[in-house]
């Protein structure tokens, strides 16, 4: 039986990053992961270069039961104090849209400065390692048994991510640990992922795959986002989409804005005046990809009218139809292309400072197996750091 003061359980971002503070305060850490690779989405993520944190990162930006509890760690280790390590690494980074910032070079750059940061703390590391059975004796000391190995612990770190890319060795093990120690889990589901469509909409849509568009796209509680949406062979993706599918539930609606920038009512009026005998289409094809105008004729969302024969009800109509087409997902594609997962560890069971479960002493739950989702855009690593940090702290404290 081998002992450490701290077992982490996922070498992923923020289970690294807790290892390699929690090994830095001179605690003797084992970080334990399934797969043969450290790191393996962070070197997947950003199309590999790593969108590492976010300039506006905000408690407003993160979906959870309780909207509160992410405010102090995100609070106490920021997107600076993020930015300042990547600088002490000499990682240079730009920032591409919207404040999220990506490595100039690669991923790896990311996940080498973890792995320097965990040799900093003489941090072991056992990869390709399953967690055959894990118990809490009645002294307070978890057991672990390991292939090959047991190990015994005061303080267990659980860092095993969420259910997104079982590919790279997401698995609900946080979930079960969480519900062996008795904490409930919020229901979970596929986020950041792009939505499929119905058959007959489908077909159309399918022939303008790779087509994007900027919109705004609002969910059926009022949440919005302007960015744009791209036209895939499976239904619709991009990056407003997969914002939106976070707030979206099976059976809803989301409204789609196709011409977000344009008073679209003054639009057909001045092209009318100036060229009556202009087919609708033609028209509109100055605002949006002709194919993509063309699908919304075939959908029968927009009639095939000169602008002279648009009646006013007919223009009534198509300002609804491209200001707020209702569309209504089949579904999304699940956790296959997801980048996260929603729900997680009820927070209501963890302390936001250290943690730590309330009633569970020395077990620990940070990073996405929580109930905490950012946006789009840095905001989930910045959710791995800043809990991972938090985390860290209290287990140096303890
Ligand atoms: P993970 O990084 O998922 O790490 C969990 C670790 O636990 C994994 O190494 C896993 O192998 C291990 N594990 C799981 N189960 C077990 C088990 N039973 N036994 C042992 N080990 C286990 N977020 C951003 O902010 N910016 C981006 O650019 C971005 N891009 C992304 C791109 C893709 C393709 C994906 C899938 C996600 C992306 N994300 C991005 C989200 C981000 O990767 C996650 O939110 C983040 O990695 C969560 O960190 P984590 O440490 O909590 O979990």
């Known amino acids: 039986m081998e002992k450490f003061d701290v077992v982490v359980i996922g070498a992923g971002a923020a289970g690294l990053f807790c290892a390699a503070q ?21 070197l997947m993520s950003g199309g590999g270069r790593c969108n590492f944190t976010n300039l506006y990162i905000e408690p407003a930006a993160y979906i959870s039961a309780n909207p509160h509890f992410c405010k102090s ?10 930015i300042d390590l990547v600088g002490k690494y000499n990682i240079n980074w730009h ?44 002294s307070g000391e978890y057991l672990l048994k390991l292939n090959g190995v047991n190990v015994s612990t005061r303080k267990l770190v659980v860092a095993s991510g969420g259910l997104s890319m079982p590919g790279l060795g997401a698995t609900p093990f946080g979930y079960k640990v969480a519900e062996q120690f008795g904490l409930s889990v919020k229901p979970v589901s596929a986020a950041l992922v792009p939505f499929t469509l119905h058959k007959p909409i489908l077909d159309t849509l399918q022939q303008i795959s790779g087509v994007a568009v900027p919109i705004t796209v609002d ?10 949406m791209l036209f895939t062979h499976r239904g619709l993706s991009g990056p407003a989409v997969l914002q939106i599918s976070s707030y979206w539930h099976p059976g809803q609606a989301v409204t789609i804005n196709l011409v977000p920038d344009t ?32 699908s ?3 959908l029968s969302l927009l009639p095939e009218v000169t602008l002279k024969q648009l009646n006013s009800r007919q223009q009534q109509q198509l300002v609804e139809q491209l200001t707020a087409w209702a569309v209504y997902p089949n579904g999304t594609e699940g956790y296959r292309t997801a980048e996260v997962t929603l729900g997680g560890v009820d927070t209501q069971h963890l302390s936001s400072q250290t943690f730590e479960a309330r009633d569970v002493p020395g077990l620990y739950f940070i990073g996405e197996v929580v109930d905490v989702t950012g946006w789009l855009g840095g905001y989930n690593f910045q959710w791995a750091w800043s809990s991972a940090w938090a985390c860290a702290q209290a287990l140096g404290n303890a």
């Open 22 to 42: 929690a090994g830095q305060q001179g605690l003797k850490v084992l970080v334990v992961d399934n797969g043969k690779k450290v790191g393996r989405k962070i």
């Open 73 to 82: 760690a995100l609070a106490r280790y920021t997107q600076w104090d993020f």
């Open 95 to 138: 920032e591409k849209t919207l404040g999220q910032l990506f490595c100039d070079d690669s991923a790896q750059q990311i996940v080498d400065l973890l792995m320097a940061e965990c040799e900093l703390g003489k941090v072991t590391l056992r990869l390709r390692s399953e967690i055959l059975d894990l118990q809490r004796h009645e």
């Open 219 to 228: 969910a059926a509680d009022g949440t919005r986002f302007k960015e744009s």
């Open 263 to 294: 008073d679209i009512h003054s639009f057909i009026e001045a092209q009318r005046s100036e060229h009556p005998n202009l087919s609708l289409k033609n028209s509109l094809a100055c605002l949006l990809p002709k194919r993509l105008v063309d």
């Open 296 to 298: 919304l004729v075939e």
